[in-house]
């Protein structure tokens, strides 16, 4: 078979393209997403002295709804300095509040400047309604008539028998422990995941994992599977880490959303993990489409981090230049799966990742010179790239040009992750940066 059907064959015809069972799922699955309301704004403080802010969503619920006992906290989204916030949540009734979290620990002290809820309008959210211009102001003095101190950190995930009543910021796993022969990681819950991604959110899968308890005195890596992939995927470039000096961190997601929503949440997540362990530095490294996730997010983290560098960033094999079996998934699938519209070749996210507007001309979007970028790819020498990605969309010219070193290995598309060259290298580039 080309290379280039392969990975058509596996997004199409793996989940039952021909009965038509795999996209039922998805058309469905796309029906429950748009069923959800979104509400956007921003937040700033009256006087900025590079404190986070944490954004706080009430869900509104009884007879009385001007009673501020009749509402609990349902999501939050933690900003490292006056920027965006969003929630994508179930239908309802909604307030908003803020405030400067001063001492860092995730938890509203009643002495913290505050932007009260009963300050905001009350939010009629429902579904598919997009809320917009919700613009929040924390006054410096200003303070809430809460009886206690208000722990945010332990906003965490729901279970499954809730869904049709949570918000998605809140069924992610932030930095619970994990091993990577649980079941939750199997192939074949990673690959549900690329037909039903509401599903996987909401049984509890998504997340970032901790495979020890955090420690200060190691740096987080953090590693990014690609399209179908798993955490388990890194298992042998993991036991290669020195764990005297490390601590491995996994990012499991849907393959089904769109790329940039992963990145959104991942930067969101890693907000909220850096809120409460005052980690200063992380590295990443990312396999396939983990890659196009990775530096979406770390673009976005550019724009408002105050509090974490990345001083090392590795992508392995990834198709900076999409795949033309995504293309053709799109072109012909009823209900193109929402990932395939972002690494289709030439769609505005693959653009948008190396420039800024629409022209031929636009300006490029460049990782910062601080940072330590390396491009890893693999190919089969009898193919004209590694099984699955072309060697022309692993090396794409922005790609190469932006790197500081590019390293080619003899190896298949998967095969790459469990080769000793890979972890030696991985572990070289680590040492250069700790």
Same mark, same amino acid.
């Given at each position: 078979?080309?290379?280039?059907?392969?990975?058509?064959?596996?997004?199409?015809? !793996?989940?039952?393209?021909?009965?038509?069972?795999?996209?039922?799922?998805?058309?469905?699955?796309?029906?429950?997403?748009?069923?959800?309301?979104?509400?956007?704004?921003?937040?700033?403080?009256?006087?900025?002295?590079?404190?986070?802010?944490?954004?706080?969503?009430?869900?509104?619920?009884?007879?009385? !709804?001007?009673?501020?006992?009749?509402?609990?906290?349902?999501?939050?989204?933690?900003?490292?300095?006056?920027?965006?916030?969003?929630?994508?949540?179930?239908?309802?009734?909604?307030?908003?509040?803020?405030?400067?979290?001063?001492?860092?620990?995730?938890?509203?002290?009643?002495?913290?400047?505050?932007?009260?809820?009963?300050?905001?309008?009350?939010?009629?959210?429902?579904?598919?309604?997009?809320?917009?211009?919700?613009?929040?102001?924390?006054?410096?003095?200003?303070?809430?008539?809460?009886?206690?101190?208000?722990?945010?950190?332990?906003?965490?995930?729901?279970?499954?028998?809730?869904?049709?009543?949570?918000?998605? /910021?809140?069924?992610?796993?932030?930095?619970?422990?994990?091993?990577?022969?649980?079941?939750?990681?199997?192939?074949?819950?990673?690959?549900?995941?690329?037909?039903?991604?509401?599903?996987?959110?909401?049984?509890?899968?998504? /997340? !970032?994992?901790?495979?020890?308890?955090?420690?200060?005195?190691?740096?987080?890596?953090?590693?990014?599977?690609?399209?179908?992939?798993?955490?388990?995927?890194?298992?042998?470039?993991?036991?290669?880490?020195?764990?005297?000096?490390?601590?491995?961190?996994?990012?499991?997601?849907?393959?089904?959303?769109?790329?940039?929503?992963?990145?959104?949440?991942?930067?969101?997540?890693?907000?909220?993990?850096?809120?409460?362990?005052?980690?200063?530095?992380?590295?990443?490294?990312?396999?396939?489409?983990?890659?196009?996730?990775?530096?979406?997010?770390?673009?976005?983290?550019?724009?408002?981090?105050?509090?974490?560098?990345?001083?090392?960033?590795?992508?392995?094999?990834?198709?900076?230049?999409?795949?033309?079996?995504?293309?053709?998934?799109?072109?012909?699938?009823?209900?193109?799966?929402?990932?395939?519209?972002?690494?289709?070749?030439?769609?505005?996210?693959?653009?948008?990742?190396?420039?800024?507007?629409?022209?031929?001309?636009?300006?490029?979007?460049?990782?910062?010179?601080?940072?330590?970028?390396?491009?890893?790819?693999?190919?089969?020498?009898?193919?004209?790239?590694?099984?699955?990605?072309?060697?022309?969309?692993?090396?794409?010219?922005?790609?190469?040009?932006?790197?500081?070193?590019?390293?080619?290995?003899?190896?298949?598309?998967?095969?790459?992750?469990?080769?000793?060259?890979?972890?030696?290298?991985?572990?070289?580039?680590?040492?250069?940066?700790?």
């Amino acid at each position: 078979m080309h290379p280039k059907y392969r990975f058509l064959a596996m997004l199409l015809l !793996i989940a039952g393209f021909l009965s038509g069972c795999g996209l039922f799922a998805v058309q469905e699955q796309h029906e429950k997403i748009a069923s959800y309301c979104q509400i956007y704004g921003s937040v700033k403080p009256e006087i900025d002295n590079g404190k986070k802010m944490i954004v706080a969503l009430f869900k509104v619920a009884g007879p009385d !709804i001007r009673n501020p006992k009749n509402w609990s906290v349902f999501d939050h989204f933690v900003v490292d300095g006056p920027g965006k916030w969003y929630f994508s949540t179930a239908p309802g009734d909604y307030r908003l509040g803020a405030f400067k979290d001063v001492n860092g620990d995730l938890i509203y002290q009643l002495d913290e400047p505050v932007f009260a809820p009963v300050r905001g309008e009350l939010i009629q959210c429902r579904a598919g309604e997009v809320k917009t211009g919700n613009d929040l102001v924390i006054p410096e003095q200003g303070r809430s008539n809460a009886a206690a101190p208000v722990d945010i950190s332990k906003l965490q995930v729901r279970s499954a028998k809730q869904q049709l009543d949570i918000s998605l /910021g809140q069924v992610a796993q932030v930095g619970a422990i994990a091993a990577l022969d649980e079941p939750r990681f199997a192939d074949a819950v990673a690959e549900q995941s690329l037909w039903k991604p509401l599903d996987f959110l909401i049984e509890g899968n998504a /997340g !970032i994992y901790f495979l020890e308890p955090y420690s200060a005195q190691k740096m987080p890596v953090l590693f990014v599977h690609g399209i179908n992939g798993t955490p388990l995927n890194f298992d042998y470039l993991i036991r290669q880490l020195d764990r005297s000096r490390y601590q491995p961190w996994v990012v499991y997601y849907p393959s089904g959303a769109y790329i940039d929503n992963v990145a959104r949440y991942l930067d969101q997540m890693l907000q909220q993990l850096q809120a409460r362990y005052q980690f200063d530095k992380m590295a990443v490294i990312a396999h396939s489409m983990g890659g196009l996730v990775s530096r979406s997010f770390i673009l976005k983290h550019l724009e408002t981090a105050n509090h974490l560098t990345i001083p090392l960033f590795v992508s392995i094999s990834t198709p900076w230049n999409g795949h033309a079996a995504a293309k053709l998934g799109v072109d012909h699938a009823p209900t193109p799966v929402y990932s395939w519209e972002d690494l289709a070749p030439g769609s505005r996210f693959l653009h948008d990742l190396f420039y800024t507007g629409n022209g031929a001309d636009s300006p490029r979007r460049k990782l910062p010179e601080t940072m330590s970028k390396h491009l890893l790819f693999s190919f089969i020498e009898t193919e004209a790239g590694d099984g699955t990605v072309s060697l022309a969309s692993e090396l794409r010219a922005e790609a190469q040009e932006e790197a500081d070193r590019i390293y080619g290995y003899p190896h298949s598309h998967m095969g790459i992750l469990n080769a000793p060259e890979t972890a030696n290298q991985l572990n070289r580039l680590l040492d250069s940066v700790r």
